[in-house]
């Protein structure tokens, strides 16, 4: 039961006050299995790419976190060809930082922080990793050239409509205009969660700023 009252705040919030360039809807009949966009931060190597996740709910939520993978082949150090995902945010301690006091909103948000912000000390990709590290022009390069591939709308059309069981998506394409803004916006907005993560790196650990949304955890895959 908790769940699930759970999960329709969550939605209702992400219908109501998505965070901008983010969108997640449920599967027709299935509110355990849902599918979200990411639109690529300007002045990054996935600028205009609309890349879809898919989000699968465990029966123990919000007490375990959500199972999180990228259905859009993405370039990154932090996700590995399969779509999964290096982000402490997705693993129970000890090894990990979820809790239950998070939520899908907040997570996808932290996933649109690390597209734009990798963490190649601690890669799914060693690869990947290496080429951020010593060769950054190349990876940016790459990465670029998996977006244009990958992550433009018209291939996220297609792989939308492979998909089984899924909500008409025509709703949701008219929103486009929105989802492009949210590109803009979500540049000045991560600007501020930056800001205030480094507010709250600055308080003892355990407490957060009055006023203040969950600090972004520490990403590891180790």
């Known amino acids: 039961m908790q769940k699930i009252s759970r999960l329709k705040r969550e939605l209702q919030l992400l219908t109501t006050e998505p965070p901008p360039g983010i969108m997640c809807w449920q ?25 879809l996740l898919e989000i699968k709910v465990p029966e123990r ?7 999180i993978r990228y259905l859009t082949p993405i370039y990154h150090p932090n996700i ?36 734009a912000e990798p963490n190649p000390d601690d890669p799914l990709m060693a690869d990947i990793s290496s080429e951020f590290k010593y060769n950054k022009q190349l990876y940016l390069d790459k990465a670029r050239k998996w ?38 916006e979500s540049k ?8 205030s993560l480094s507010r709250k790196r600055d308080t003892p650990s355990g407490q957060e700023q009055p006023g203040v949304g969950p600090q972004e955890p520490k990403r590891g895959c180790v």
Not at 86 to 107: E, F, M, Q, R, Y
Request: neutral net charge; glycine residues 10%; proline residues 8%.
């Open 27 to 51: 599967t027709e009949g299935q509110m355990d299995d849902l599918r979200a966009h990411i639109i690529g931060g300007s002045g990054t190597p996935f600028e205009g790419g609309v890349f």
């Open 61 to 67: 939520y919000p007490f375990e976190p959500p199972q």
């Open 80 to 115: 590995d060809n399969a779509g999964r995902i290096c982000h402490d945010a997705l693993k129970l301690p000890p090894k990990g930082a979820w809790k239950p006091s998070l939520n899908i909103p907040t997570v996808l948000t932290f996933l649109q922080l690390m597209m």
């Open 147 to 184: 977006t244009q591939k990958h992550a433009m709308q018209k291939n996220i059309r297609a792989l939308v409509g492979r998909l089984p069981n899924m909500t008409s998506c025509n709703a949701l394409w008219g929103k486009e205009e929105s989802l492009q803004k949210g590109v803009v």
């Open 188 to 195: 000045e907005d991560g600007k501020k969660e930056e800001k």
